[in-house]
């Protein structure tokens, strides 16, 4: 090997190594900040969770009841509930009138603040359950709105349950009053819980 070949070869291996250097560090530099980029749209995500104004629908709900009740005309509509946020669908006046009807019937079984029986897992010799809490810590959140509405006002009897009916007691107004008197006992987890998966 001459002179110029020794200079040649260790020069190509500098160069290489130094390029070796370059790639890991901008591979790096590229790690970082994709990582960067996945906080920041997370941090987005949440954001808009707090900016969106979702309770559109739910007070589209409400008030086609109130319509249709007007009307005598009342089905319960199927509707899609993607939406994600604190905003609750009801007003205040309602967890009010909601409440005063609670404590009028509802509260014999479910309790106060719709705290429920604790035994309420525990079925009951002479079949069904025990009344379940209504205040977001039983499975309450697991039916949407309409399936909440029908329960109360067609009752759970047929189910083998003490769960009556309270369409000839109750106007479908009322027994969205109802709803939204146990709904402002959930927590915003809940709540929100409850919106995803409807
Ligand atoms: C005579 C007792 C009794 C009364 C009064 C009563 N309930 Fe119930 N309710 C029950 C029982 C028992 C269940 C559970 C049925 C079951 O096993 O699924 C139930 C279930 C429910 C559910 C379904 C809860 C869930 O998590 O699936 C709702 C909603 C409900 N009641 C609302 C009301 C409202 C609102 C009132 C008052 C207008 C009321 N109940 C009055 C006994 C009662």
Known sequence: MNLKSIVTLSL??????FLSCVDSTTEIKEKIQEERNT???EVNAEANIQETEPKTEFKQYNSTIAAQEEAEIFIVPQHNLKTQSTNRWYELDQIEK?????DQTCIACHLQNAEGTENWQDSLDEGGY????????????HHPLAQL???????LIEYGTTMPAWGSVYTDKQILDLI???QSYWDDETYNDWIKRH
């Open 149 to 155: 509405h029908e329960v109360i006002k067609y009752g």
């Open 180 to 182: 939204a008197s146990f």
């Open 98 to 102: 909601g409440k005063k009807l609670y």
């Open 12 to 17: 190509l291996l500098s160069s290489s190594l």
């Open 130 to 141: 025990p009344p379940p809490p209504l205040n977001g810590s039983a499975h309450t959140w």
């Open 39 to 41: 906080q920041i749209v």
